[in-house]
């Protein structure tokens, strides 16, 4: 039975992807900064585990508890939104640190296992930010950019080892908890010079329908891990299939 570690499932994307694994027979090793239970299913199949992507120790002692692994998804990630300009590098730092290193660090610490079985995926799960510019989200989408190079990179050195990378894509979910969890770090971002273009921006952010559900992305993760073909972006949702059509 094939067993997946998937980063960042405390809510939102993770969360709905360690369920749709688990759905689907496989093995589920759930990982978040702080550990709950209750939001997964009771099952054997299912692992919850404290895991911090930007410690080292704690990323040995998560691979060391939970064994061998067929998939690794990076999804762990934190958001940032506001203007540049007024954006203290120390909170681009932090944001690269989660976003950026966090998932190199994952990669590079399963890559051993996965080249020795000539098998193994890695799903780096980024943002429809890197499919068109989009205003007020400069450091975050920064992050995520570099990690689709990184990916696309990848792919190339770990194929003739029968291993796999790929991108997933999603698209603007307002019902995650991605501008929650921007918390402290939105402080003192809207200085009074930009305040009416980014109120233009929110309200333009009001009027989307077209949106990106917890589903589309599991759905998405889903089909990237499952694919044997050479395919390396999955864009997940209306909205993020559109604009990856579009450029």
């Known amino acids: 039975m094939n067993t997946v570690l998937i980063t960042g499932c405390s809510s939102g994307y993770g969360l709905e992807t360690a369920r749709h694994f688990h759905a689907q027979g496989w093995n589920v090793v759930a990982t978040m900064r702080t550990p709950r239970a209750d939001i997964l299913p009771d099952s054997e199949r299912m692992r919850v585990l404290a895991l911090d992507v930007t410690s080292p120790g704690s990323i040995t002692a998560t691979l060391d508890a939970c064994g061998p692994i067929d998939a690794l998804v990076n999804n762990a990630g934190i958001g940032l939104f506001g203007a540049f300009e007024a954006t203290p590098m120390t909170t681009v730092r932090e944001v690269f640190e989660t976003n950026t290193f966090g998932v190199m660090a994952m990669t590079q610490a399963v890559l051993p296992q996965f080249r020795t079985r000539r098998a193994g995926v ?89 949106t990106t559900t917890g589903a589309d992305v599991a759905d998405a993760v889903w089909r990237a891990v499952n694919d044997a073909g050479g395919q390396l972006r999955f864009p997940a949702g209306a909205d993020a299939v559109a604009l990856a059509q579009a450029r």
């Open 122 to 210: 890695v799903v780096n799960v980024t943002s429809s930010a890197t499919l068109a510019p989009m205003p007020l989200v400069a450091a975050y989408t920064a992050s995520k950019t570099a990690i689709e190079g990184f990916t696309g990179s990848l792919a190339h050195e770990l194929a003739t080892f029968g291993v796999r990378a790929k991108l997933v894509e999603p698209g603007y979910g307002p019902t995650t908890r991605f501008a929650a969890n921007v918390g402290q770090r939105m402080e003192g971002s809207i200085p009074e010079a930009y305040a009416p273009f980014a109120q233009r921006i929110f309200d333009s952010l009001s009027q989307v329908t077209s």
